[in-house]
């Protein structure tokens, strides 16, 4: 005769656990499920409920966390080894942890299932991407898009992996984003309603922000400062958060914002509504088709002006309502035009102000003063590094044989096949694997600390670095760069030209071979970055106030010509 107490146990921990979590406490729903287990140990739904849990707290609770949640993910698997949904939870906790091939294996077996599952094929194509296949992820994302024509995310994925493929005609990346525009625009098309903000070209303005990372997230060191800065006399700002996790750097976000509101409970349409009810006269996105986008709610046009702002995502939305691009020279030079569905509005200055982490170390010397040998070193995904990456490198590590190649990032964390793509191409140049060095720092004060290892920062290309440049640079780290035709392509440089630092900034792989060479062989200009790099590159993107009323000027230059009836090519 079953237990009565043990079958009561699992609905009782659920209902306590779903309680904490509606109120926020994390803590409470975790030993509400581990009560749970010490009476029902097999039960699924404890099981997968508190994987879930234990995978959100990656970046709070380490590595240990998301370990614990993969265990707990096969041993429900035990009792169903077929259930998709589990098998998808579980091939992500692998990738999380940068164990790309037994995360491909994973979602491979779950694409036997049921291979027709658009999210199992993009999932599956994400991680063939993590580990540098291109060619295999491609049809599978492509497949997953089409299955799914209406999935704002599948979608978004299959775009974002586009601007990754170092093969990807410019003109083909710009059609593929127009064409989901267009078919978003139609399917909003009937939510569309003309907006009745007051048109006074003089009053303040409204200006909405809508974010998934206002959160712990490269997106709050360059935005952060630029909306704490703004000036609340011309406008007043308002966060609208696709955060479902929030930390502290979320509690800093309330704090800038006049008002800060959280939208995951929002569908799009609905999401479009309240802007319209708040009275939004300018609706900023920082996603672009990154994870979590809210850029469904953009195509209904809540508000009268829509700006991208390039910092999540440097690249085109392909939304014809999406009315303007922050950009500048060095990120949209003339002649780019082509290459948006949106109005370029040109900033003087940078297109953000960089914060460094208030745990940021100070410069220490160059490395090669004591190691005797130069330290190269790459901070990027394993799908930045392409065939000509790697034949750039393979160059460089030729003409300097004492030389090291170190690479940080999650897709190394385990001995598979985005390490060993790497070593097999190295070698075709003569470069012995003992002179390439793998890790991976999840915390981000040991990723800070660990540009003190390196001489020289080598960026990726054709898709460059964004975040880790900065860093390099605050860290004294130079970075050499290979800048491409298209915006994603040239984020590097939107960095290091106003820090005046062109002479890092490349155009041909012959270039950047002999820019990266020279450098490290100039053992005085390396210690002369290294002390004033930080200094020279936050006197350019530092400056919060500065770049805030450059922001302002633009927003009201736009709402102006709104207010008078003009199109926004009319800027």
């Known amino acids: 005769m079953a237990d009565p107490v043990a079958a009561a146990a699992p609905r009782q921990a659920l209902d306590a656990a ?13 030993a509400a499920y581990r009560a749970g287990l010490a009476v029902a140990p097999d039960s699924r739904p404890l099981l ?3 994987a879930d849990l234990l995978r959100d707290a990656l970046l709070t609770r380490g590595v240990a966390a998301m370990r614990e949640a993969v265990e707990l993910y096969r041993r429900a698997l035990q009792a169903a080894p077929k259930d998709i949904s589990i098998l998808n939870s579980l091939g992500l906790a692998l990738r999380e942890l940068g164990e790309l091939d037994p995360a491909i294996e994973i979602f491979e077996a779950a694409r036997q299932i049921q291979p027709q599952q658009p999210v199992i094929l993009c999932n599956l194509g994400s991680a063939l991407m993590g580990a540098g296949r291109p060619a ?15 999935d704002r995310r599948i979608n978004s994925v299959h775009l974002f992996s586009l601007c990754q493929l170092s093969g990807a005609r410019a003109e083909a990346v710009v059609a593929a984003h127009c064409d989901w525009g267009r078919r978003a625009a139609a399917a909003a098309a009937p939510r569309r309603r003309m907006p009745l903000n007051d048109r006074d070209p003089d009053r303040r303005l409204r200006v909405g922000y809508v974010s998934p990372d206002f959160r712990r997230h490269s997106v709050s060191s360059f935005m952060e400062g630029v909306i704490g800065a703004h000036d609340r006399r ?9 955060v479902a996790v929030p930390d502290e750097a979320t509690a800093r976000w309330q704090k800038l914002a006049d008002r800060f509101l959280f939208v995951c409970s929002l569908d799009d349409t609905a999401l479009a509504e309240r802007v319209r009810q708040d009275g939004i006269d300018i609706l900023v996105d920082l996603a672009g088709h990154t994870a979590n986008t809210r ?4 195509a209904e046009h809540p508000a009268p002006i829509q700006v991208e702002h390039p910092i999540g995502y440097a690249h085109t939305t392909g939304l014809p309502a999406m009315d303007y691009m ?20 040109h900033l003087d200055g940078p297109i953000a102000s960089f914060t460094p982490a208030a745990y940021m170390p100070e410069v220490q010397p160059s490395p090669h003063l004591r190691n005797g040998h130069i330290r190269f070193g790459c901070l990027s995904r394993a799908v930045k590094i392409t065939d000509a990456t790697l034949e750039a490198w393979g160059r460089i590590l030729r003409a300097l044989p004492g030389s090291v190649l170190a690479l940080n990032y999650r897709d190394f964390a385990a001995d598979g096949s985005a390490r060993r793509r790497i070593l097999a191409a190295l070698e075709r140049f003569h470069v012995a694997p003992e002179r390439v060095d793998f890790t991976y720092t999840l915390q981000h004060p040991h990723t800070l600390a660990y540009y ?46 106003p820090a005046g630092l062109q002479e890092l900034i490349t155009e041909t792989m012959d270039d950047y071979v002999q820019t990266a060479v020279a450098l490290a062989l100039d053992s005085d200009r390396l210690r002369q970055l ?42």
């Open 452 to 497: 003190h290892s390196l001489d020289v920062y080598l960026d990726t290309f054709p898709n460059v670095g964004g975040t880790t440049t900065c860093e390099a640079l605050c860290m004294g780290v130079p970075v050499v760069m290979l800048a491409g035709e298209t915006p994603i392509r040239r984020v590097g440089a939107a960095w290091l030209g």
């Open 530 to 571: 290294r002390g004033e790099l930080r200094r020279r590159f936050l006197d350019a993107v530092g400056d919060h106030r500065r770049i805030a009323a450059d922001y302002e000027q633009a927003y009201r230059r736009m709402w102006q010509a709104w207010v008078r009836g003009m199109a926004a090519a009319g800027l």
């Open 295 to 298: 850029l469904g709610a953009f």
């Open 234 to 242: 011309a406008v007043e700002v308002v966060c609208y958060a696709e």
């Open 48 to 50: 997968t409920g508190l």
């Open 326 to 345: 922050l950009t500048n020279a060095w990120l949209s030079p003339p002649g780019t035009e082509a290459m948006y569905a949106e109005h370029l509005f």
């Open 18 to 30: 779903s309680a904490a979590l509606s109120r926020g406490d994390r803590d409470a729903a975790e």
């Open 136 to 150: 295999d992820a491609q049809p599978l994302l492509a497949e997953a898009a089409r299955l799914a024509p209406q």
